[in-house]
């Protein structure tokens, strides 16, 4: 037992104070690409190969000729290992975008309670949010918490693109969640369909089934992302 | 090669002429055989000693006019496998089953009923599995005649969940939505009192047609798709799919390329492992090992991203190569990383290993027995914590595996205790693989370009992952693209066990026997 408090003494605060200083990935992160107007020949092989197709071209316009949907973009690098001219991979990851509808901010200016929401992941978003719990992210520090129950949930955090099998639960879990709620897509799988599309098996995107207020690309988001995401969806950043 | 030979001369002298035998690839043996003799020779093989690795089906009725079951067993003695292969007319969409001789099988004949509707005959439970009670009978996803973006309509159930009844036995139904952040799956306990006496578990709500998704696509365009199948095992999955095409392509990578993916093979084992030893803390209400896990899991997740720019490795395989190369700088940090990792993850051990309460409840909770671990074919930690010595590492060597010397642990008890101990064990093994290879980074070109693949050919490919042996079954169309892909995790085969593990605990020590297995519901359910 003593042996376990002089542990803990010892390894002291590992807690990340994000938002407040910046947390930059390093050089060769996997990040949204980056389009460089001046290089670009306009020959159009990244949309091509494209393995989500988020990448739109507008043809005769020089200016915004290029344009990648970061909703749909999963990071894969293809974009800028065909383009060695005009591509190049960004370290960007925070893009959170959100519908405004001005949500109903007031009510969730203290804590918030967050229930997770899995329909259809590959298990990377959901590990992400798990980080959040954790020593390092540690989302108490400012104010939201995972509970058990969509019944005690403020805010939706879901995960995939809503599989055929799991539409209903989707459905009974926001239906069970009580206004005011705000529903969060986390993912390209979520806010797009990603890789999955739409098929026969996924619906391609939670906003096909439920409202989503805010949109958290990224293939999984980096913890970073999710935290940027939340505070942004109760009016905090 | 001699120790294919013996086995060929074996199959010869039972089946004759009925028989046909080709060697393939560097490790495999490809068989033809008719339907009605695959009972026979089923039990002849497991008498042998090699268990049913993979089963799956393909549509080839554009091509042969047939369906085709491909049966896939290993022989871990002699590292190479066998795989069957039986053809089905389309006037008689059945074949009998095996389950009844072959355990393992059982989950692959259902799941073939439900995507490709074909009947295994004389098969004990024929509910549906891979598809759910409002599917439409007469749909079969995986046939080619059914479109990828067809919307399905839902109907009235025809599910029928196996339940214990009795004068105080009551139904607990859990799920698909958990209270934790975990993955969608649904339980139905049936209990008296506190007790578990069944248990029946419903999965594939994940189901996102993965598979079907990558079919008509070229190997490097599907190779997204694969890295997506699973997070936390991506990089095993990836490597089993580039192992299959290259085989298929006639692709040698070089040593290099070897030793780059054993380094990321283990640091994936070891952020798994860590993180896992730690979560099963969660399972029995001790926080203060599973904040320690998922720091330093974090620390391992935070060496990813710094050193191949993702924190669930993605993005570095790709068949014919990989696409990030490991400088001496980085190889210094991984090396220092592991070095703070080992001293912290011992002294987290000897502490968790010296706590009375948590030792309580793993020990003797849980027990998967050996005897239905080698029936069902369980594999990867949750085998070996139960007496079966299988590890592909070093049954079936791939990447880099024959190039360093480790030890596979085993433990008897098959307890929740086993379980951690296996994987603490491995986390050493691996910070040690990891430090021969970058001892000895041979030079050596990244990326070959893939040779011509022959139409219709197929191959397996298959990896230890954290959670045990991940196969994949890829078939080649005409036009150098995808035909037929299956992945079969571990935990597809693990799953099953499961229920097994329960009756005779209670209800509250569940979530700890599950965390145990660590099993993944996404590259089950695909
Ligand atoms: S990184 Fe991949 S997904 Fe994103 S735009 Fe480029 S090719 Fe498309
Ligand atoms: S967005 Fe990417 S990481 Fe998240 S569930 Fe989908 S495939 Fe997995």
Redesign the interface.
């Known amino acids: 037992m003593l042996?376990?408090f002089r542990?803990?003494l010892k390894?002291g605060t590992?807690t990340t104070d994000y938002p407040q200083t910046p947390s930059v990935?390093?050089t060769?992160?996997?990040g949204l690409p980056v389009w460089q107007v001046q290089s670009c020949v306009q020959c159009g092989q990244c949309a091509d190969i494209c393995?989500t197709k988020a990448i739109k071209l507008q043809s005769g316009k020089k200016e915004a000729f290029w344009i990648v949907d970061p909703k749909k973009c999963?990071?894969?690098?293809?974009c800028v290992?065909v383009c060695t001219r005009a591509i190049v991979?960004g370290e960007q990851y925070e893009f959170v975008e959100s519908v405004d509808r001005a949500p109903q901010v007031q009510a969730f200016k203290h804590s918030v309670h967050i229930r997770?929401?899995?329909s259809?992941?590959?298990?990377?978003?959901?590990?992400?949010?798990?980080?959040l719990?954790?020593?390092?992210y540690d989302i108490q520090r400012m104010g939201f918490d995972?509970v058990?129950?969509?019944r005690h949930a403020d805010v939706l955090m879901v995960t995939?693109?809503v599989?055929?099998?799991?539409e209903i639960?989707v459905h009974k879990?926001f239906a069970a969640t009580p206004a005011p709620k705000i529903v969060l897509a986390v993912g390209t799988c979520a806010c797009s369909g990603?890789?999955?599309?739409?098929?026969?098996?996924?619906s391609g995107g939670v906003n096909n089934i439920i409202p989503v207020d805010v949109f958290i690309p990224g293939?999984?988001p980096?913890p970073q992302a999710l935290i940027q995401g939340l505070l942004k969806a109760v009016g905090r950043a | 090669m001699i120790r294919q030979d013996r086995v060929i001369a074996m199959i010869s002298s039972c089946f004759g002429e009925g028989v046909i035998i080709a060697k393939a690839h560097f490790n495999e043996l490809h068989l033809e055989i008719d339907k009605n003799e695959i009972p026979i020779l089923a039990v002849k093989l497991r008498d042998w000693g090699f268990p049913l690795i993979q089963l799956t089906a393909a549509d080839e009725r554009g091509n042969t006019g047939h369906f085709r079951l491909f049966y896939t067993f290993a022989n871990d003695l002699e590292n190479f496998l066998i795989v069957v292969s039986v053809s089905i007319a389309e006037t008689e969409l059945s074949f009998p089953s095996i389950t009844e001789v072959v355990p393992a099988a059982h989950w692959y004949e259902r799941e073939i009923q439900d995507l490709f509707g074909l009947d295994p005959i004389g098969h004990p439970d024929k509910r549906c599995l891979a598809v759910h009670e409002d599917w439409p009978e007469g749909l079969y996803p995986l046939r080619k005649d059914f479109s990828f973006d067809f919307e399905v309509p839902r109907t009235e159930g025809r599910q029928s969940y196996d339940r214990v009844e009795g004068e105080g036995v009551m139904q607990v139904p859990v799920g698909p939505i958990h209270a934790g952040i975990i993955e969608p799956g649904h339980f139905l306990f049936s209990a008296v009192g506190d007790t578990v006496i069944n248990l029946e578990a419903r999965l594939f709500f994940t189901h996102r047609g993965m598979e079907k998704l990558t079919e008509g696509k070229t190997p490097l365009d599907a190779f997204p798709i694969v890295e997506r199948i699973c997070g936390a095992c991506s990089f095993s999955h990836a490597t089993s799919y580039c192992q299959a095409i290259e085989k298929l392509s006639g692709t040698e990578v070089s040593t290099r390329v070897n030793y780059i993916r054993t380094v990321v093979l283990e640091l994936e084992r070891l952020y798994n492992h860590v993180g896992d030893v730690g979560n099963i803390c969660a399972g029995v209400g001790f926080a203060f090992g599973t904040m320690h896990g998922a720091r330093l899991k974090e620390d391992i997740m935070r060496l990813n991203e710094t050193v191949f720019g993702s924190r669930f490795l993605r993005g570095i395989n790709t068949p014919g190569g990989v696409r990030r190369d490991i400088s001496v700088l980085d190889s210094d940090l991984i090396l220092a990383t592991l070095d703070k990792l080992e001293l912290e993850f011992r002294e987290l051990v000897e502490i968790l290993l010296d706590t009375n309460s948590y030792m309580d409840r793993v020990q003797t909770t849980g027990i998967l027995f050996n005897q239905i671990a080698r029936d069902l074919h369980a594999v990867g930690p949750a085998a070996r914590a139960s007496g079966v010595d299988r590890d592909v590492r070093r049954d079936h060597p791939y990447a880099a595996y024959n190039c360093v010397s480790f030890k596979v642990p085993v433990y008897e008890q098959g307890d929740v205790l086993a379980r951690v101990k296996v994987r603490i064990d491995e986390t050493y093994e691996s910070i040690n693989i990891i430090r021969q290879i970058l001892a000895s980074m041979p030079n050596g070109k990244l990326i070959q370009t893939l040779g011509e693949m022959i139409p219709y050919n197929y191959a397996v490919g298959m990896t230890e992952s954290a959670r045990g042996e991940n196969v994949h079954f890829i078939m080649i169309g005409k036009d150098q693209t995808i035909y037929r892909y299956m992945v079969r995790s571990a935990s597809y085969v693990n799953w099953p066990v499961i229920p097994s593990t329960v009756p005779g605990n209670i209800i509250p020590d569940f979530p700890v026997i599950n965390k145990s297995f660590e099993l993944c519901y996404s590259c089950l359910d695909r």
């Open positions: 042996r376990l542990k803990s390894t590992v990935p390093g060769g992160f996997q393995p999963i990071f894969c690098g293809y290992e991979q997770h929401l899995d259809g992941s590959c298990n990377a978003c959901d590990w992400e949010m798990t980080t719990t954790g020593p390092v995972f058990a129950s969509p995939g693109p599989t055929r099998n799991l639960a879990t990603g890789i999955c599309g739409k098929s026969y098996a996924s293939c999984p980096r």
